[in-house]
């Protein structure tokens, strides 16, 4: 069995089903404690991107939410922890897959089209919200300086 396998499975059997059993919202995986379990030395690159991977939390039924300690470089280490969110039975196919890739047809930029069209059209439309937007913030800064320096100007004759 590859590495990755079995990091994989002893994860879920030793991690994701015992907290699933206690109700648990979510779970910490400290690589270092993982890869003693499996008596392994040398192995933590291995045990770090497998916990990492999408294809682990697909399997796992988890969601990872944050990855806490180890080196600034945010590297491999004994010292990292993941934190992972336990996802529901009803969410598993909900997960996003990063092994996905975009379509080139535009298709998904397209589907955001329009998406805020009911709330622009509440504030009056697009370019009427931008004007109130703007008339609120106040003058550009470089109005404003031509503005005093006109004033200036007009106060010295």
């Known amino acids: 069995m590859r590495p990755t396998e079995e990091t994989t499975r002893h994860a879920i059997k030793a991690y994701v089903q ?3 059993e206690r109700g648990d ?3 910490r995986i400290r ?22 991977s999408q294809p682990f939390q697909k399997e796992a039924g988890v969601e990872l939410i944050e990855k806490r300690g180890g080196p600034a ?3 491999p280490s004994t010292t990292v922890e993941f934190v992972y969110r336990i996802v529901r039975p009803d969410e598993q196919n909900q997960i996003p897959n990063s092994q ?7 298709s998904g930029l397209k589907a955001l089209f329009g998406i805020l069209a009911g709330t622009f059209r509440k504030l009056g439309g697009g370019e009427a919200f931008l004007r109130a937007e703007r008339a609120a913030w106040g003058p550009d800064p470089w109005e404003k300086l031509n503005r005093e320096r006109k004033s200036k100007t007009e106060s010295q004759r």
């Open 18 to 20: 015992p907290a699933r």
């Open 25 to 27: 919202k979510t779970i």
């Open 31 to 52: 690589v270092g404690n993982l890869q003693k379990e499996l008596g392994w030395t040398g192995r933590t690159p291995s045990v770090f991107s497998t916990l990492k």
């Open 73 to 75: 470089s945010g590297g």
């Open 100 to 106: 996905t890739k975009p379509v080139p047809d535009g």
